[in-house]
């Protein structure tokens, strides 16, 4: 590696890149003589008081880094430091003084790539591809939430990811924002107190010849930081890699044909539709056509209240005994949560805004030691074995999509009825409260997911998380990665799926995959699905009987087809049975 200033620029070459910035903060990555990345190294790190406006004071070199000082309107002291290592660079703001940060802005792209990748959910297609003077967003409040933090830089040939590399318990960001200018959103919740604070920092990663090396290379640099954590070894039993039956589509259909072929204007009516006598139904269906899935997945609707561990009586009678009889079958049963839903907790367990619970505080010790009684209710007096966490994509912002107050069911996703919305943090002084300060974001959720994986493991080591949080952040908290619904509209299935696949399997390449399969257009894109669910994760069917879209019943060759690809899947991965410590 060499360094040297020349005239007015300061050049550093390595084995595989040059990196050149000018005294008005202009700076060019190039290899092989061809610039693929020119930026203006201004950024700017906004607090609530004020919007950051900054201008180069001097550039300097220290060593084999980079410093870039700035004059800051908010700030005592700001500069970005520009670290290099000989395959990729490190972009680190740093401020100086005491304020609440709501964003961050990194850079602004000039020239070079003209497209980036979003490696995140879509609805309807997968790689999303934008151009690069079109924004996008990388949320906590996506379906895969969140997805990783990066965007993949690519002129069609050459894949390069640029994206956030923060220490651990420094997430505090809730989405980040990318397109020519890179935007950490902290909402308020990111406290500076009368002190030097570096901010997350950006890392320009390897090139590649393609998305998902480009991806990888991104992690492995995150590994190599130890900003996420490195698996090495991990305990998968035997159970946890068998097929699943879980039953929300069924419970879709039956909800359709009884009301019109619809669900009303909102999903949340299905789960009066989660039953014991429905499920017993759905499973006799599965088992008079031989087939037998290793895992039964209890979906949305079956507790009292969602956030407590105890059962509606009135439609699951004897929930105990519906898992004992499914034991004595050899299989295992999950129960769906979110802990994103306040319904049955007290005030004082939960974030609050104005005096109203917003979502449980997983940083409040009262309310974790209740989520211990309820999981420990769940696994040992029911004797469930885990759980199927969903809604993450809820997660509380001050002004991203969902800004619900999540008290029920009728609080998710719902972006239009007054009552559960509040408003957006710029149209009141107050922030939601929470009892530690500066965790937000991406570390709130976080905190939800490891809160009750620490706990289930406590009450019952073999007990089964399965998440859509499809980031390397929560790679010690998640056994398995569920790639989540479509939109009941798409053709584009097996597009999409494999594209959630690849980036569950490189986020974390110990997640067991849970392949999903509900929302499908119709019962062609079903069968096709199925086919290839092996190659992607664990096969699942959440139809017994018929389509919840297209109300087409599944034929006795549907039967067929399910049946040898559960029991293809189980013979082949039998080894798991001789060997249950293995990797």
């Known amino acids: 590696m060499k360094i040297e200033k020349k005239e007015k620029i300061i050049l550093l070459k390595t084995s595989s890149y040059s990196f050149e910035i000018n005294e008005q903060g202009i700076f060019k990555y190039n290899e092989n003589n061809s610039t693929l990345l020119e930026a203006n190294i201004l950024s700017y790190a906004d607090s609530i008081d004020n919007i950051d406006k900054t201008k180069i004071k001097n550039i300097s070199i220290d060593n084999f880094d980079i410093i870039v000082n700035f004059d800051s309107s908010s700030w005592e002291n700001e500069q970005m430091l520009i670290h290099f290592n000989e395959h990729y660079i490190v972009f680190s703001l740093i401020v100086e003084g005491s304020s609440k940060i709501t964003n961050v802005r990194y850079f602004n792209i000039i020239d070079g790539y003209k497209k980036y990748i979003a490696p995140r959910f879509d609805w309807s297609t997968f790689p999303v591809i934008k151009n690069i003077d079109e924004n ?49 959103c902290f909402e308020g919740h990111l406290e500076v107190e009368n002190c030097e604070y570096k901010l997350p920092s950006l890392v320009l990663s390897p090139k590649a010849d393609n998305l ?54 909102n999903f949340v009516n299905v789960t009066d539709y989660c039953s014991q006598n429905r499920y017993c139904e759905y499973i ?89 009684d309820e999981i420990t209710y769940m696994l040992k007096e029911l004797d469930a074995d885990g759980f199927k966490i969903d809604f993450t994509q809820n997660t509380p912002s001050e002004e991203d999509v969902f800004t619900t107050y999540i008290n029920s069911f ?63 952040y929560f790679s010690e908290v998640v ?53 290839i669910q092996a190659k992607l994760g664990i096969p699942d069917t959440y139809y017994t009987n018929h389509i919840a879209m297209s109300f087409e019943k599944l034929t006795q060759d549907d039967y067929s087809l399910l049946k040898n690809v559960f029991e293809s899947f189980e013979y082949e991965n039998n080894w798991r049975e001789v060997n249950e410590k293995s990797c």
């Open 136 to 184: 996008d967003i990388l949320s906590c409040q996506q379906w895969l939430s969140p997805p990783p933090f990066a965007m993949v830089l690519t002129d069609n040939k050459d894949y390069q990811a640029l994206g956030v590399m923060a220490k651990k318990g420094e997430n505090n960001f809730e989405r980040v924002q990318i397109g020519k200018e890179i935007k950490l």
């Open 212 to 265: 998902e090396k480009a991806l990888s290379n991104y992690i492995d640099i995150l590994k190599e930081n130890r900003c996420i954590d490195t698996i090495d070894n991990k305990i998968i039993p035997a159970w946890w890699n068998k097929p699943i039956f879980c039953g929300w589509g069924q419970m879709r259909y039956d909800y359709r044909r009884d009301h019109d072929g619809h669900e009303n204007g």
């Open 284 to 372: 006799n269906d599965l088992e008079s056509n031989d087939i037998n899935p290793g895992t039964i997945i209890i979906d949305m609707g079956w507790a009292k209240n969602a956030a407590l561990g105890k059962e509606d009586l009135d439609k699951w009678p004897n929930l105990k005994d519906f898992i004992k009889k499914e034991h004595d079958k050899g299989r295992h049963v999950l129960l769906w949560y979110s802990p994103l839903v306040s319904q049955g907790l007290n005030d004082d367990c939960c974030l609050t805004l104005h005096g109203r619970a917003v979502a449980p505080d997983p940083t409040n010790e009262k309310y974790v030691q209740l989520l211990r």
């Open 410 to 472: 009728w609080g998710l996703i719902n972006e239009n009825n007054e009552k559960h919305i509040y408003k957006k943090r710029t149209e009141r002084t107050e922030l939601i409260k929470v009892s530690k300060k500066n965790v937000w974001g991406v570390e709130l959720l976080k905190l939800y997911i490891e809160n009750i994986y620490r706990i289930m493991k406590d009450v019952k080591k073999d007990s089964l998380l399965i998440t859509h949080t499809c980031n390397p």
């Open 479 to 531: 056994d398995m990665l569920r790639l989540n619904d479509l939109d009941g509209e798409s053709d584009a299935v097996l597009e999409i799926m494999k594209g959630r696949s690849m980036l569950a399997r490189i986020s974390c390449d110990k997640w067991l995959i849970d392949t999903d399969n509900d929302l499908m257009v119709d019962l062609k894109h079903w069968r096709d699905y199925i086919t």
